[in-house]
């Protein structure tokens, strides 16, 4: 499985033209895939088009830390149409002309958090949380497997836009001929998921053109969620199963890979148990969702596989179930405990009878380590399937992978 393009657009091309912000950058992109595609096709089987598209909008187009560019609340949404088009652009070349003879699958992977309502009980938090989902996840993942953006995107970013005296909505507009293009470019969906927020209403102001303001709603995660080395990441098991029966629910039970999912420290440990607890928890929560749900998953990726280069905090926050010495300048690798939990589960296609966590009918307490287990499965089998691990490391830099962050 190989990803063309994991957030690093040439330098040259953010000069030339300003990057994912121009539609010049859509022939380009369809010219390095068909060269990838030539390339190494006769080996590759799975491709990714796109990692992560919204934090590429959202993160380098969108926030105010990065704002390199003069339109904000709009540059984003611009860089998000560009990088739809460019994806299907490179979906259409490898059917059109490479899948007959090297006969692989092609998809993109997007990342979302889950969105709890924050109270239940009340319905305009109930609305936000779903309105969070379409924002994060649907506003990729609805034109690729169901056509177009999301509606309650149109109408709240539209509303606002009017609002802020605009004559066309900050969010542009498909034509019917590239709805019907972008429709269905994906074979397999691919899911990159590590946690959850918790979402209440709020009524933001319509006068300053914002992604966060355009969802009118507030995100937080409750002080007792298990934490991690990273502030955004709280160990939430439960909110996997969710997720992924979103994912089936809305997009019509596609094939899911789960490209990402994993957890971060900072003191680098070599007895990393929360890794390891970890993954026992989310497996076991993907474990309900394939046998007890019949979601279709058939992949899970942890990230990853060793300790690297986390974008804006360095080499300050630590995934890998290998630890890398970063300050030797051959950075050797040392196997944490986590990777031998984990070589332990794909070896035995499952987990072992020592490992299983514990039969209970009550809910998971996420706040306690090890939390309380619920409602899991007693089945040992995680899946027919291989499970894999890997790290994206490479992105065949031919072309789009000159730039290192």
């Not at 953010?14 to 190494?40: I, Q």
């Not at 919204?54 to 990088?83: E, F």
């Not at 299983?356 to 309380?372: A, L, R, Y």
Request: aromatic letters at 16%.
């Amino acid at each position: 499985m190989v990803t063309l393009f994991h957030w690093d657009i040439p330098q040259a091309l953010e000069d030339k033209y300003g990057g994912w912000l121009d539609e010049k950058v859509v022939e380009d992109f369809g010219n390095y895939a068909r060269l990838c595609f030539e390339s190494f096709g006769d080996r590759v089987k799975f491709w990714i088009t796109l990692n992560e598209p919204y934090i590429v909008s959202r993160v380098h187009y969108g926030l105010w830390i990065n704002m390199i560019h003069t339109k904000p609340g709009q540059d984003l949404y611009t860089a998000g149409h560009n990088l739809l088009k460019g994806h299907a652009l490179a979906y259409h070349i490898y059917k059109d002309e490479f899948d007959a003879q090297q006969k692989g699958k092609i998809g993109i992977t997007l990342n979302s958090e889950w969105f709890e309502p924050k109270k239940p009980n009340v319905p305009r938090d109930v609305e936000a949380a779903s309105r969070a989902i379409e924002f994060y996840l649907g506003w990729f993942a609805n034109p690729v497997f169901l056509g177009d953006y999301p509606e309650v995107m149109k109408k709240s970013i539209g509303e606002k836009s009017k609002a802020q005296n605009r004559t066309v909505s900050r969010l542009p507009e498909f034509t019917q001929k590239e709805i019907d293009y972008i429709k269905g470019t994906s074979d397999f969906f691919g899911l990159n998921f590590y946690t959850a927020q918790q979402v209440a209403h709020r009524d933001l102001p319509d006068k300053f053109p914002s992604f966060v303001f355009d969802m009118d709603l507030i995100k937080t995660q409750p002080r007792d969620w298990l934490e991690s080395g990273s502030s955004w990441l709280k160990v939430v098991p439960w909110a996997f199963r969710k997720i992924l029966t979103h994912v089936k629910t809305k997009y019509n039970n596609p094939i899911i890979y789960v490209t990402e999912n994993g957890v971060s420290d900072r003191n680098g440990s070599l007895v990393d148990e929360h890794r390891i607890y970890f993954h026992k928890m989310y497996l076991n929560e993907l474990l309900k969702a394939y046998l007890l749900d019949d979601i279709d998953v058939r992949g899970y990726a942890a990230w990853s596989l060793m300790d690297n280069f986390e974008w804006q905090v360095g080499y300050t926050e630590r995934f890998g179930l290998y630890h890398v010495d970063f300050e030797n300048e051959n950075t050797p690798r040392t196997p944490k405990a986590s990777s031998v939990y984990f070589s332990e589960i794909i070896r035995n296609n499952g987990f072992l009878e020592s490992t299983v966590p514990p039969n209970s009918t009550e809910e998971t307490d996420s706040t306690q380590f090890p939390p309380t287990t619920t409602n899991n499965c007693s089945r040992l089998q995680i899946m027919w399937i291989a499970v894999f691990s890997a790290i994206f490391l490479d992105y065949f830099s031919t072309f789009f992978t000159k730039v290192v962050y």
